[in-house]
């Protein structure tokens, strides 16, 4: 099955730096790369996703860029604030034959952390 | 806002117990999910449903976990008997797409301490 890995597992960075979280996948045959923000004791909610026929998106201070060659989907986080302190999830949708699901594999999470 | 909603919020049982979990997605989502997820982790699918059908419950332990969705609306998973390992954040989940991608709208999950 699909193995999708986060790095770093924690991320400090200051108040309006910007953050970076990588995402690696294994299946080639995934297609869709969203990514989930759950702060502490609440749901997680979707914040931005992509599709393999596109290589990046925007979406006001987040974005996310995608290398299929290389497998891997990325996080951009611009002009960070304290808001943004969370777990972030990376998902890939493998390709699994004969469901037409969205069948999700998620990553562990990565905490950011915004130092005001 | 219509939104996703789990009961109980919190559960604890102590083991060889059994525990259910109830789920209410949102109307007119076909697609509903139980999730998994165990403090410091991301969410493992236990089972999928597309309207009362179960599509995918390769990850969940049959021998003690069981989920249905009945009239294709809302959910119970239940857990019984239930062991210390199974102590977790349940995450119910729904989508209106069918065509392998699409957003899930999870609800406030339910958490289970067993003892």
């Known amino acids: 099955g699909e193995n999708v890995e986060q790095h770093p597992s924690t991320l400090s960075v200051q108040e309006g730096d910007s953050a970076v979280i990588k995402c690696t996948y294994s299946d080639s045959a995934s297609n869709y790369f969203p990514w989930y923000k759950q702060e502490l004791g609440k749901r997680p909610q979707l914040i931005i996703d992509i599709r393999s026929n596109v290589g990046e998106k925007k979406d006001q201070r987040i974005a996310v860029t995608l290398n299929k060659t290389a497998k891997h989907f990325s996080l951009h986080i611009t002009e960070t604030q304290p808001e943004d302190s969370a777990v972030y999830f990376c998902?890939?949708?493998?390709?699994?034959?004969?469901?037409?699901?969205?069948?999700?594999?998620f990553g562990k999470g990565n905490q950011v952390v915004v130092i005001p | 806002e219509a939104e996703v909603a789990q009961s109980p919020r919190y559960k604890i049982t102590e083991k060889s117990q059994a525990v259910a979990f109830w789920c209410d997605p949102i109307?007119?989502?076909?697609?509903l999910y139980w999730y998994r997820q165990i403090l410091g982790q991301g969410p493992e699918l236990l089972v999928q449903?597309?309207?009362?059908?179960?599509?995918?419950d390769s990850q969940l332990p049959k021998d003690r976990f069981s989920a249905e969705r009945l009239k294709g609306v809302d959910s119970t998973l239940k857990i019984q008997p239930a062991e210390l390992g199974d102590s977790a954040m349940y995450l119910c989940?729904?989508?209106?797409?069918?065509?392998?991608?699409?957003?899930?709208?999870f609800g406030e999950g339910s958490r289970l301490t067993v003892l």
């Open positions: 989940a729904s989508s209106s797409g069918t065509s392998g991608t699409g957003e899930l709208f």
């Open positions: 449903f597309q309207d009362e059908s179960v599509v995918d």
């Open positions: 998902a890939a949708s493998p390709r699994v034959m004969g469901y037409g699901n969205n069948r999700l594999a």
């Open positions: 109307s007119g989502h076909a697609t």
